[in-house]
C-alpha cells in the first residue's frame, strides 16, 4: 500500500528567508510524487509533479522540489518566503504507472511572517 | 473554462435530514472523485469513477453515503440520513485520463450537520 508523510503540521518561517515542507513517502514500485496548495476557503491546487527524469523539479509561484529516492523524500522548497505564500500544504503519492488514485498526506500549514 | 463547479457551497441541515451535494466536473475530463477534508482525519478520498463508472468505493464510510454520475457533465454525493459527524467539506475533482495525477479541485462544500 502506497502512504505519505509530513512530518510537521505546521512551519513558521520569516519573509524573504528560505522555506522546507517536509514530506516522505512509502510505495511498492515507482512513485509519482505531487504537491498541492490549498488557500483559505478554497479547493487544493496543482504546484508540480515529479513522474520521471530530473530530480529537482520546479513548479508554480517559485516553488521547487526534489525527489530523493535514497531517503524516499519530496520536500517542497522556496528561496524566498512571501506572506502570500502562507496556506495549506499537501504531499501526495501514487505508485505509477496505473490507475490508482492519489493518496494525501494530512497537510502542512505554512505561515509566512512579515 | 469555468473549472470545477460544486454546489452548494454551503449546507446547514438538522440530523436525520437527506443531503445532496452536486457537481459537474471540467469538459472532457474522464475522472471524477469526491474527498471529504476535516480537521481530525485530513483529506479522504470517498469514492471515484472513470468514464461515469464508480472504480473504488471503499472510501465511503457508512451506507448512508451514495454517489452517482448519470453523465459525464454530473455527480451527485448523498447523505441519507445525515448525522452530526459528517459535518466537514466536501470536495468534487476531476482529471483526465492521460493526465490523471494532476487532479482539478472544485471550492468545495461546507455541510454542517446540528
Known amino acids: 500500500a502506497q502512504s505519505v508523510a509530513q512530518p510537521e503540521d505546521q512551519v513558521n518561517v520569516a519573509e524573504g528567508n528560505p522555506l522546507t515542507v517536509k514530506c516522505t513517502y512509502s510505495v511498492s514500485g515507482n512513485p509519482y510524487l505531487f504537491w498541492y496548495v490549498q488557500y483559505p476557503n478554497r479547493g487544493l491546487q496543482f504546484l508540480l509533479k515529479y513522474i520521471t527524469g530530473d530530480n529537482l523539479v520546479k513548479g508554480s509561484y517559485g516553488f521547487e522540489a526534489e525527489f530523493n529516492k535514497s531517503q524516499t523524500s519530496f520536500h517542497l522548497k522556496k528561496p524566498s518566503a512571501l506572506v502570500s505564500d502562507s496556506a495549506l500544504y499537501f504531499c501526495a503519492v501514487r505508485e505509477g504507472p496505473g490507475n490508482t488514485p492519489l493518496v494525501f498526506g494530512k497537510g502542512t500549514r505554512l505561515s509566512v511572517i512579515a | 473554462d469555468a473549472g470545477v463547479i460544486q454546489s452548494p457551497r454551503h449546507e446547514v441541515t438538522e440530523m436525520g435530514q437527506e443531503v445532496t451535494l452536486r457537481c459537474k466536473p471540467i469538459?472532457?475530463?474522464?475522472?471524477l472523485f469526491w474527498y471529504r477534508q476535516t480537521m481530525m482525519r485530513g483529506l479522504e478520498l470517498l469514492i471515484y469513477?472513470?468514464?461515469?463508472?464508480?472504480?473504488?468505493d471503499s472510501g465511503m464510510p457508512e451506507d448512508r453515503f451514495s454517489a452517482k454520475m448519470p453523465n459525464a457533465s454530473f455527480s451527485t454525493l448523498k447523505i441519507q440520513p445525515s448525522e452530526p459527524r459528517d459535518s466537514a467539506v466536501y470536495f468534487c475533482?476531476?482529471?483526465?485520463?492521460?493526465?490523471?495525477?494532476?487532479?482539478?479541485f472544485g471550492p468545495g462544500t461546507r455541510l454542517l450537520v446540528l
Open positions: 469513477f472513470n468514464n461515469n463508472v464508480p472504480i473504488d
Open positions: 469538459s472532457g475530463h474522464d475522472y
Open positions: 475533482a476531476s482529471s483526465m485520463m492521460r493526465n490523471q495525477e494532476t487532479q482539478y
